[in-house]
């Protein structure tokens, strides 16, 4: 009778049991199966095709675009204060200073992109490849309106970035930062594009173009001048800044569009200086104030605020209060998205120029214009013609004499603007309009920026101060 009773009990505590595994699994515990489907699926969202995500190689890439990227060193001089010198001997003295960066090989023959403010005020600049070889490099051009300088070493069959479409880049895409971060050379980083044609203000000349690409790929001090690349390993950019309350990466990085870096290349290359068009408008992004203030009833583009009186807009009929929608086909709803556009023309190439004026549709076709108001193509010595001078970098001792720390001198003047307005061989010019001169690039550089008139600051051997103001035409 008692082992029938310990039966009993342990037949009933297992009934039990599984009476209560059957509770518990059929309406308390989770659905692990369903859990286990979706680890092992991959996540999509409505609308967005998965196909082709496997696909992504980030390191053909990488090892495509490292073999492309350049170490760049630079030396320049630093005049420093020494109150005994000065008193003793009116003397001052210069320290080394030497910077870092990155640059891009965009040819077998050793033409090398990198940032203007990389290279701006070197004296000498040496060139690391990623299987150390190193070339002294020269400058070919320097543009500050687009943070952008090219240079070219003394090399064949070299490895280098194939061009990329930056204005097919899309917000979302992967992409990849190859540079010299901190001096640590052939690092890749990889983020997407978190935006496009963002203008920050950190270009300084008056000229300036900014529409960058924004992304999070990790970028630092020393990848300045370095690749952008997609997934193919094709260039899209140039990094040239960060926004970081710190001054390290913050989560994100800016990069010149591969557009406009294409287009100054091809003037260095053809003209030894940059075409800048413009279509001489004023603009002003719409936004839902200005939109509501204007009595405008689509918030898009960007509207007309002024029109230049011998520019390539008057000319199309183009008018104040007109909303600019596309160039050439290609949305515009940002200033920088226009300058953007406009920058990859040069004077003297026609655009389409679609506006909305009073509801209506308008396609006009401007024709670009220089600075000054012209269509021709300026090429590099051809203001030294005109000016009838010749020019020559300063030398350390020459500096150090005057006390000065930048500055062109002029070796020997012909008949042209410079004669006719007094000016003597030997002058030294240190400033035009208000802008410092390094090089004789700095020169064609910024009399091809004049409008109209011209104000040049300088120095003669002797010491004496002068100062000269006249126009071009």
Known sequence: MKIKNIFTSLLIAVVGGLIAVFIYSKFISPKRDVIQAIVNQPVGFAGLSLEGIDSFNFVAAAQHSVEAVVHVKTQSEAQSYNPILEFFYG???T???VGFGSGVIISSDGYIVTNNHVVEGSKQISVTLNDKR????KIIGTDPST???LLKIKATDLQYVLWGNSEQLQVGEWVLAVGNPFNLTSTVTAGIVSAKGKNIGIIQDEYRMESFIQTDAAVNRGNSGGALVNVKGELVGITSAIISPSG?????SFAVPVSIVQKVVKDFIEFGTVQRAILGVSIQEVTAELAKEKNIKKIEGVLVTEVRTDGAAKDAGIEVGDVITFINGVNINSPAELQEQVSKYRPNDKILVTVKRDDKTKQLEATLRNLQGSTSI?????FNSLLGAHFE???KQEKTKLGITNGVKITSLSAGKLRTEGVQEGFIITRINNQEVNSVEDVNRLLGEVKGGVYIEGIYPNGVVAYYAFGLK
């Not at 190193?134 to 490099?137: D, K, L, Q």
């Open 91 to 93: 003397e001052h003295q």
């Open 95 to 97: 320290q080394p200073v």
């Open 147 to 149: 943070d952008l300088a």
């Open 248 to 252: 390290g990466y913050a989560g994100i």
């Open 378 to 382: 300026v090429k590099s010595g051809e």
């Open 134 to 137: 190193e070339f002294e490099a």
């Open 393 to 395: 970098e300063l030398t």
